[in-house]
């Protein structure tokens, strides 16, 4: 496994790729099996997997946790290493943005201005700004995203598809531990007692997914349900939505491809999570 540092190292290895097929799984590292859900995904379907991991800080706010985001290097390398993969890009910040870096990608409209876009200003212009360089560095055929964060994933293939990038962006389905609670890097920060507690945020969204399963349309008993499932626990509910899956704007009815999808804290940590709802679905 080849581990660049550099923009010209990554270059020159792909250059000597040319003719084969080039999976991307982009990261902030810090690896759990949602991360290596996507890799074994980007494994089975190219010649060649690439994997980056670089904690972006375009994408966090002043007040976020950057700072303290987990990281450990030689442990994702050794996990990288035992799923095959072929090159690690592990650049430093100076790397990705050198002195003069000027240029700001931003995607409009719902899908990046609401739920997540609202409550992190700035969030979704440091993705799509530190994607577009990616996939331009990486030339893959095809990137993979985890649909935990379904809001990004919306964004990044509105941004794929405006710019005309040569990319499939393949979303996968989000990987759970054994109590639902969707796994996620920052799951570290919960003390055992909130790490019990989060739980109840996936318990909240599958109770109103069996509710829309049995039949419920009105996205208002949805939400509801959510509320109710999560009042008196120690899960705060940031924001629990119902949006159209296409144009992002909250719905009334579910009566196409929609999403409910949820902000939480536990403690002093913010977690997201969502399911699809499919009214085609059997
Ligand atoms: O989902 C993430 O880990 C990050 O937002 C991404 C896509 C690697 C961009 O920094």
Do not use: C
Not at 130 to 159: E, I, M
């Amino acid at each position: 496994m080849h581990v660049a540092r550099t923009v010209a190292e990554l270059r020159r290895w792909r250059a000597e790729q040319a003719g084969r097929s080039v999976g991307f799984v982009p990261t902030m590292g810090y690896l759990h099996d949602g991360h290596l859900a996507l890799v074994r995904r980007a494994r089975v379907e190219n010649e060649r997997v690439v994997v980056s991991i670089f904690v972006n800080p375009l994408q966090f706010g002043p007040e976020e946790d950057y700072e303290r985001y987990p990281r450990d290097l030689e442990r994702d390398l050794a996990l990288l290493r035992a799923e095959g993969v072929d090159l690690v890009f592990a650049p430093a910040v100076a790397e990705m943005y050198p002195p003069g870096f000027a240029t700001t990608v931003v995607v409009r409209g719902p899908v990046a201005e609401r739920l997540e876009g609202a409550a992190r200003p700035g969030h979704f212009r440091g993705v799509a700004t530190v994607v577009a360089r990616l996939l331009n560095l990486v030339q893959p055929q095809r990137a993979y995203f985890g649909w935990k964060d379904a809001q990004q994933v919306l964004v990044v293939q509105r941004l794929v598809s405006d710019l005309a990038l040569p990319v499939a962006i393949v979303p996968v389905p989000t990987v759970r531990e054994p109590d639902g609670l969707a796994m996620s890097s920052r799951n570290v920060y919960l003390d055992p007692e909130e790490r019990q507690a989060a739980a109840a945020l996936p318990r909240a969204l599958f109770a109103a997914l069996e509710q829309f399963q049995a039949g419920e349309r009105a996205a208002e008993a949805l939400r509801r349900t959510v509320r109710e499932r999560l009042a008196g626990t120690p899960v705060r509910l940031e924001y629990v939505s119902v949006s159209d899956r296409e144009s992002f704007e909250e719905v009334e009815r579910v009566e196409r491809p929609a999403l409910l999808l949820v902000a939480a804290w536990v403690g002093t940590t913010r977690l997201i999570d969502n399911v699809p709802l499919d009214p085609a679905a059997p």
